[in-house]
């Protein structure tokens, strides 16, 4: 085939990531975290043009944080407790209303990690779904239990329309590209409980520096 495979979606690569972005004492690496988001995107681009309009968004808060990976400023980016603490210390997060950093590495990721709820639940409901279950019900109902109260009624409706179109659970099991429907719950059993101990971990710290309605 001409696609290499680091260009192929591979749910291992997502749990691998998600693995490495938790320090010893428990600080998230942007690094790894980021590299989590790509295999993510990769997935995106499976389905077709019509998730065209997610994944350029999720692409570009991606490209904000790899840029600020690839900047003079890179060693205060090591991990989301070092980015948060220094983007504060030096005044470069718009706190109360869009002004003069728009894509400040906070305000940024904080759009990821409300969108990594909605992968947890998703995933979750995957996991635990029957052959006649609907991708597309799993996923509205993760999408209106999380992401969907921090999108405005446009985002919220295109977003229903495109979810209509997702593949089957089959299908959708065979992208994940592991092996049988045993072998996927089993990964999903695995990766999950990772995702939500970033997820925990990121979530209590914007709620100790108050910083989880960035605009
Ligand atoms: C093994 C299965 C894995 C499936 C992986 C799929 C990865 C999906 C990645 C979705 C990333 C979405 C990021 C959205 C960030 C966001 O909320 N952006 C909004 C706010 O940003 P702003 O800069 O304006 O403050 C922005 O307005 C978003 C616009 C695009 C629409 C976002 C709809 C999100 C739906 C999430 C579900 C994706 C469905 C994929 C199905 C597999």
Redesign the pocket.
Same mark, same amino acid.
Do not use: G, N, Q
């Given at each position: 085939s001409v696609t290499s495979d680091d260009q192929k979606?591979c749910?291992k690569e997502?749990l691998a990531t998600f693995r490495l972005c938790l320090s010893e004492n428990k600080e998230v690496y942007l690094e790894h975290y980021v590299a989590g988001?790509r295999e $993510?995107?990769k997935? $995106?681009n499976t389905?077709g043009s019509v998730?065209g309009? *997610?994944?350029?968004?999720?692409v570009s808060?991606v490209q904000i944080l790899v840029n600020l990976l690839k900047s003079e400023n890179a060693s205060q980016y090591k991990t989301i407790q070092s980015m948060v603490k220094y983007e504060l210390d030096n005044q470069l997060v718009d706190l109360n209303k869009a002004g003069s950093h728009p894509t400040s590495g906070c305000? !940024?990721l904080l759009?990821?990690h409300?969108?990594l709820k909605?992968?947890e639940l998703? $995933?979750d409901s995957?996991r635990t779904s029957t052959e006649d279950s609907k !991708?597309s019900v799993l996923?509205a109902d993760?999408?209106n239990a999380s $992401?969907a109260k921090?999108?405005?009624w446009v985002?919220r409706k #295109? #977003?229903g329309m495109?979810?209509i179109l997702?593949p089957g659970r089959q299908a959708?099991f065979e *992208?994940?590209n592991v092996g049988t429907p045993e072998q996927v719950v089993a990964m999903?059993g695995e990766a999950i409980p990772l995702i939500n101990e970033v997820y925990q971990i990121t979530e209590a710290l914007y709620a100790q520096h108050n910083i989880l309605d960035l605009?």
């Open positions: 979606f749910l997502v988001w $993510l995107v997935f $995106l389905l998730f309009f *997610i994944s350029k968004d999720a808060k305000r !940024t759009r990821l409300r969108a909605w992968l998703f $995933l995957l !991708t996923c993760a999408y $992401l921090f999108h405005p985002v #295109a #977003a495109a979810f997702l959708f *992208i994940m999903l605009p």
